[in-house]
């Protein structure tokens, strides 16, 4: 079928049935058993373009989708993917929709879907724009843009959702692990700035998702993204080394922590009695120096678990590890401008003690790759901690 007959038996069709039924005709040009052509491409663009996110009309004039039409469209996308029995096809579908990116029109509405699959747990979603971030890279700006979104929608407030955030490692590893690695890019970089920090309800969910799964930051590297056929796959960056920075600057950026939460009153009503209200054990909500402590446990024990038995490492990028090294340095540099004495300052011993052992273990279980020499080197230069100094003469004498 030529490109003008698929849109004129695509344009008898109003929004959004014309939506639905192009999103048939795509997978009809795009999957098969070959890559698809360029000219095949090019009109499954147009097709997007036109009947899918109403970009343009017949005569080529501009528009877009009104807040209506977004939600209709999201939900014709839900459906679709969710019916979808291989993943090939699904996320073939899904980068061809969403993929390029620089029309915020499409990131708007991909924000919106995404925020929606972590409401209502879809998996088929949530792994697709898994693999989305994994292409797009964790770090570009418009895998940060959607990850600040669905924060923005879930995880500023201490909601009753936090079981089903809890969740997603479980039902998507994938997109949790990609999720994470952006995260860790978006918070704690820079010591002389205002300090900006996760809020405290993502920090306890991600504690909660690493704590309970070793092998959870692995996941998009364990579990290959199936593309189509002819696309480059991405490299899946692990969070590990986003999540070293954390717990290491934590003590440094957090301030004398806040009382402790008691969990309220719960109400139980027992069968053939009345309501009444019993007051659970006292029990105390972690507090945020004490949450980064736990994350620092998980991490070292994910470190373990990101062990190769064959092949290069692949867990940890050594350069990203000597990025902490100047932000230690500078915090160090304004405490010796007051007189303050290093080795007896607690908060800088404890990130030095927290770099210490991160890299002890990493180093120990193979999970370090890149130039481990400068990694050491960087790490030399930071101010005396009789572990840390230990880890790296030991390392040094074995490379």
Not at 13 to 34: M, S, T
Not at 81 to 92: E, H, P
Not at 203 to 225: D, F, G, H, K, R
Not at 382 to 389: A, C, G, K, Q, V
Request: glycine residues 4%.
């Amino acid at each position: 079928m030529s490109l003008s007959d698929l849109k004129h038996t695509l344009r008898k069709l109003e929004f959004p049935a014309c939506a639905k039924e192009a999103l048939i005709k795509i997978e009809q040009l795009l999957v098969g058993r070959a890559a698809p052509t360029s000219k095949q491409l090019d009109i499954a663009m147009d097709v997007i373009s036109e009947f899918v996110f109403c970009e343009t009309d017949r005569r080529g004039n501009r528009r877009g989708l009104n807040p209506l039409q977004e939600l209709q469209l999201i939900d014709i996308i839900c459906d679709y993917l969710s019916a979808c029995t291989n993943d090939t096809t699904k996320n073939t579908i899904f980068l061809s929709l969403f993929g390029g990116m620089e029309n915020q029109r499409k990131l708007k509405v991909l924000s919106i879907l995404a925020s929606m699959a972590v409401s209502a747990s879809s998996t088929p979603v949530l792994l697709a724009v898994g693999v989305w971030l994994q292409q797009m890279g964790c770090s570009s700006q418009q895998s940060l843009q959607l990850v600040e979104n669905v924060i923005k929608d879930h995880f500023f407030l201490n909601t009753s959702n936090q079981l089903a955030l809890k969740s997603l490692a479980t039902t998507a590893p994938q997109f949790v692990s990609n999720f994470i690695t952006a995260v860790t890019e978006l918070y704690m970089h820079d010591l002389q700035k205002a300090k900006k920090m996760p809020p405290k309800n993502l920090l306890e969910v991600i504690t909660s998702w690493v704590y309970s799964n070793p092998s959870l930051c692995m996941s998009a590297q364990l579990n290959p993204a199936a593309l189509p056929s002819g696309s480059i796959p991405m490299a899946a960056v692990t969070p590990l080394a986003g999540l070293i920075h954390w717990c290491a600057l934590a003590p440094l950026y957090i301030d004398d922590d806040t009382e402790m939460e008691e969990i309220p009153i719960k109400k139980i009503k027992l069968e053939d009695e009345k309501p009444s209200i019993v007051k659970s054990l006292p029990s105390k909500a972690l507090s945020e120096s004490e949450l980064y402590i736990k994350l620092h446990l998980g991490v070292l024990h994910s470190l373990r678990a990101g062990r190769r038995t064959h092949g290069p490492p692949t867990a940890v990028n050594a350069q990203h590890l000597a990025a902490l090294t100047p932000l230690v340095q500078a915090y160090a540099h304004q405490l010796l401008k007051f007189g303050v004495k290093l080795q007896s300052e607690t908060k800088l011993q404890d990130c030095l003690d927290r770099i210490g052992q991160a890299v002890q273990v990493a180093l120990a279980n193979g999970c370090v790759y890149g130039n481990i020499s400068n990694l050491l080197a960087a790490l030399d230069t930071l101010p005396e901690n009789r572990l840390l100094r230990i880890i790296i003469k030991s390392h040094q004498q074995s490379i």
